[in-house]
């Protein structure tokens, strides 16, 4: 790679500070599905996932509920999180809880073991790494700890981005496309939660960088292989990574028969790495990704089949697209509300929508390497799409109807979508970076004054929002102060040094497909 200029370093410290900002924003429990990723890395710090569990067959920890119920299942959410009495400290650790009576409340089994181990391995390493046993750590200390994993692995977002654009695109749309990634709060809001979307996320953006080079041309073994061990560790993560191979197999195929020999080492490696995960399950289980709560909890908790004229695909149109929009763009409540309007979230689809099409009708030449960077975000939304239409026939729920599912292609997105940008500017296009980072600055802080307003400070006093955004932290105070400190300096470093590029006195000029600088 070569040199990485200034500003992408800082908006990667940046994208690091708002994750680290979130992470104290939202008490422990209150990310999606948080309780269980919790539970399931203690499971197996405690070497109680080998073989790994079955549907239904491993319980939620007392631990895990008897510290979440109050968060997960009671109040926090509907009111102001200092309305609530604040937890004491020092905070009970996980195994003085474990010894507590069964909890009242949350008698699921855990589903995440429908999921694949790389992620709850290695947040299960991260933990035994950390000074101490696990049992004599606060829960909250627990949460904190595998936040600051899901941190580590999305801070490098903007740098992903940019490494993969530069191969396509000019420097001003690989700068303007990872500006871009810091612009959405619900991404954000995810990265900063314990959760395995965001080694998903991690993977297939590397993968992407990978297929980047393939569509350029490099058809090397080498590349080959990080092709198929990245896809690996996408398939070792989460189950939406099964339409990866069919990506690889598009970047390629964009070679016709001189990409053949590479994409058999591609597909041999990634298939040998990553395919026993799913053969198991066919054996096991008779399918290639189980329902995770088991036939009877799951029937409890989908409730019975309830088919009827209003649960037609008409009905389904009139209800899904707006939850996926106003998830996607702005989930940054508990769990769904508070969030960004819905008629912004429309805008941005909207204006994606045009940006896409822009850029792919102006580079005729060059569309099927577009096609490839784009392509795991329609497909995963196909999975979506196909998981809830089934549910709403089913009973009129909408429960796989989740924004966050579409985030592993958010780089092919974004590289995309700034493509589009910087055609639309045309001579103006060293415009494009500041674009995109004055948008990103906008969004974030519409999203902060929501969260401040509903969660923090709804009567405007400050000073009882800073106190109980310190309580419920992990850290010391000035620990919990410096995410603060950080984006106050960095988000103005951002804008300048993108303000310094849009008015350099070279530009990039568009060549076709590919784009190359003046200089």
């Known amino acids: 790679m070569k040199r990485v200029p200034k500003v992408i370093w800082v908006l990667v410290g940046l994208n690091g500070a708002l994750l680290s900002m979130y992470a104290l924003l939202f008490p422990p429990y209150t990310g999606f599905d948080e309780p269980q990723h919790v539970d399931m890395v203690l499971h197996v710090v405690r070497g109680e996932t080998w073989p790994w569990p079955g549907p239904g067959e491993l319980p939620l920890s007392r631990g895990v509920g008897a510290s979440s119920n109050p968060v997960y299942f009671g109040p926090l959410g509907r009111h102001p999180f200092t309305n609530d009495p604040l937890p004491n400290r020092p905070r009970a650790t996980i195994g003085e ?29 991260v933990l ?20 600051l994993l899901s941190i580590l692995l999305m801070t490098p977002l903007p740098l992903l981005v940019w490494a993969a654009v530069k191969l396509l695109a000019a420097p001003t749309t690989a700068v303007a496309a990872a500006a871009f990634s810091l612009g959405i709060p619900g991404l954000t809001r995810v990265g900063a939660n314990v959760q395995n979307d965001d080694l998903l996320i991690l993977a297939t953006s590397a993968l992407l960088i990978a297929l980047a080079r393939v569509v350029t041309g490099d058809l090397s ?107 996607f763009w702005g989930a940054i409540g508990t769990p769904d509300r508070p969030s960004l309007p819905l008629w912004l979230a429309w805008s941005l689809t909207i204006a994606v929508a045009l940006l896409i099409t822009l850029a792919i009708v102006a580079r005729r030449g060059g569309r099927g390497r577009l096609s490839v960077l784009l392509m795991p975000f329609p497909l995963m939304l196909v999975i979506v799409v196909a998981g809830s239409l089934h549910w709403w026939r089913f009973n009129g ?47 974030q802080a519409w ?43 960095l988000t103005p470093w951002a804008l300048v040094l993108c303000a310094r590029g849009a008015f350099a006195r070279s530009a990039p000029v568009i060549h076709g497909d590919l784009l190359t600088s003046d200089a």
């Open 128 to 147: 035994k790494a950390w000074p101490g046993s696990v049992d004599d750590m606060p829960y909250d200390e627990i949460v904190g700890v595998l936040r």
């Open 221 to 327: 073994r080498r590349t080959a292989v990080f092709v198929g061990l990245f896809t690996a560790l996408a398939l070792f993560t989460k189950g939406f990574a099964l339409v990866l191979p069919v990506v690889v197999l598009a970047a390629y195929a964009v070679h016709r028969r001189a990409g053949l020999r590479p994409l058999t080492w591609a597909l041999g490696v990634g298939g040998v790495l990553g395919a026993p995960w799913y053969v198991m399950n066919i054996v096991r289980f008779g399918t290639i990704q189980p329902e995770g709560l088991g036939p009877a909890a799951d029937a409890a908790f989908r409730g019975p089949a309830t088919p009827n004229v209003h649960h037609t695909l008409i009905g389904y149109l009139e209800r899904a697209p707006d939850l996926l929009v106003r998830r």
């Open 397 to 443: 729920g909408l429960p796989g109807v989740q924004g966050r599912y579409l985030y592993p292609g958010i780089l092919g997105l974004l590289a995309v979508v700034a493509m589009g940008l910087t055609t639309l500017l045309r001579s103006r296009r060293a415009l494009a970076p500041l674009l995109a980072i004055g948008t990103a600055f906008v969004l």
């Open 97 to 125: 809880l474990d010894r507590l009576p069964k909890p009242r409340v949350s008698n699921y089994p855990n589903q995440m073991v429908q999921h694949p181990p790389a992620y709850y391995g290695l947040a299960a390493l």
């Open 447 to 489: 999203a902060l004054v929501v969260i401040l307003r509903n969660y923090w400070v709804p009567g405007h006093d400050v000073v009882l929002g800073a106190k109980g955004i310190i309580h419920w932290s992990p850290w010391p105070p000035a620990v919990t102060a410096l995410p603060f400190v950080a984006v106050v300096v």
